[in-house]
Nanobody, 114 residues
Framework: QVHLVESGGGLVQPGGSLRLSCAVS????????MAWYRQAPGKVRELVAD???????NIRDSVKGRFTVSTDSATNTVSLHMDRLQPEDTAVYYC????????WGQGTQVTVSS
């Protein structure tokens, strides 16, 4: 059974940084497309970044140059490093393993506010 657990969210001031981690069990992170999504209040869930088999990554235009995604096969985790955070980045961030079946984590709250 595939299980994903996010961590690293919290409250940060504008311009600050956070690193989100997603611990994956039951599936190797470099065998699939791993993704980070976010959902702000009243908005639809949107794709933030994904990484294909631990290699090529795709980053949403609105966060390009500020966010990076990576995997660590040794710890079987996928991370989202977020720099120069802005209030509009406030959302619940979800880790997902895509494939025939998509598995989701429970989400972690990121709040950017002064």
């Amino acid at each position: 059974q595939v299980h994903l657990v996010e961590s690293g969210g919290g409250l940060v001031q504008p311009g600050g940084s956070l690193r989100l981690s997603c611990a994956v069990s039951g599936s190797a992170v470099n065998d699939y497309i791993m993704a980070w999504y976010r959902q702000a209040p009243g908005k639809v869930r949107e794709l933030v970044a994904d990484i294909i088999n631990g290699g090529h990554s795709n980053i949403r235009d609105s966060v390009k140059g500020r966010f990076t995604v990576s995997t660590d096969s040794a710890t079987n985790t996928v991370s989202l490093h977020m720099d120069r955070l802005q209030p509009e980045d406030t959302a619940v961030y979800y880790c997902a393993r895509t494939g025939i079946t998509t598995y989701w984590g429970q989400g972690t709250q990121v709040t950017v506010s002064s």
